[in-house]
């Protein structure tokens, strides 16, 4: 299955398969999981990750429409790791974002800031070069991050609407990766926020794919839905390529595309 076609087949699976509760208990949890997994990653197996895969995240929200989220991968599952998959079980949409590692790629850590609609069972899954999958899972306490209205006037956000910054921490040591943050200006409209003054439901949009590359070689590239927040943020690190320039290409649901790039440092040994 196509990655774009995901996002749309895990949702309805969510939509038919679950009524809506009050609360749900644990058995009920996990057979979500199950059938998201199914949903997903048809009948593949999914191994524990243990130690190896973590994710970081609130116990409870501090604002449910900006979680910050970490995914980190330890040795020897981060050298071979290819994408990781970053569930939340509860969400309208619940598969979050797909995160595809490059050549370029630091595949120990990736974090980003989602919204998180209901309490829930956080599920991030591994997929290696090979094909193998593992997994992590979290418990978080928040509600109607989905929904909550949007900290942006709507003229202002679609004024400044594709803007991006990119900051760069410096290796500790040459030749290491570095740590780069990316943010996004864009409503990322969820469809289910209302808008205040009319009352009416703001229609869904938001960023579907992110593609940074250096010197043309692939760093990371994220399929995302709804559930990030607005104002994208993604924290990832890379080693620089000897060009010295990043480029960021992003797409979004109305088929809009935004483009920049900037030099980084040279790669030294």
């Not at 594709?162 to 864009?186: D, N, T």
Request: charged letters at 20%.
């Amino acid at each position: 299955m196509q990655m774009r076609q995901l996002f749309p087949a895990v949702l309805l699976l969510l939509l038919t398969a679950f009524p809506a509760a009050a609360e749900m208990s644990e058995a009920e949890r996990a057979a979500r999981w199950t059938d998201l997994a199914h949903a997903l990653f048809g009948n593949r197996p999914i191994a524990e990750a243990g130690d190896t895969l973590r994710i970081d995240a609130p116990d409870r929200a501090e604002d449910a429409a900006i979680v910050p989220i970490a995914l980190h991968v330890a040795e020897p599952l981060a050298k071979d790791v290819r994408a990781l998959y970053l569930v939340i079980d509860n969400n309208p949409s619940p598969l979050a974002a797909v995160f595809h590692f490059g050549a370029l790629a630091d595949r120990s850590a990736v974090a980003t800031r989602v919204r998180v609609d209901d309490y829930t069972y956080l599920h991030a899954v591994a997929e290696t070069a090979d094909g193998k999958l593992y997994l992590a899972r979290r418990f978080i306490k928040a509600a109607g991050g989905c929904s909550a209205p949007a900290g942006t006037d709507a003229a202002l956000a679609m004024a400044r609407l594709g803007k991006m910054k990119l900051s760069v921490a410096p290796p500790a040591e040459p030749g290491r990766a570095i740590g780069v943050r990316l943010l996004i200006s864009h409503p990322n409209s969820s469809g289910l926020q209302m808008d205040q003054l009319t009352r009416n439901y703001i229609p869904a949009d938001f960023i579907q794919k992110i593609r940074i590359t250096d010197g043309g070689v692939q760093v990371l590239t994220v399929d995302s839905d709804i559930a990030l927040s607005e104002d994208p943020s993604i924290r990832f690190g890379l080693v620089p390529h000897a060009s010295g320039d990043i480029k960021v290409e992003v797409e979004d649901s109305q088929q809009r595309h935004f483009m920049q790039d900037w030099p980084l440092p040279a790669a030294t040994e």
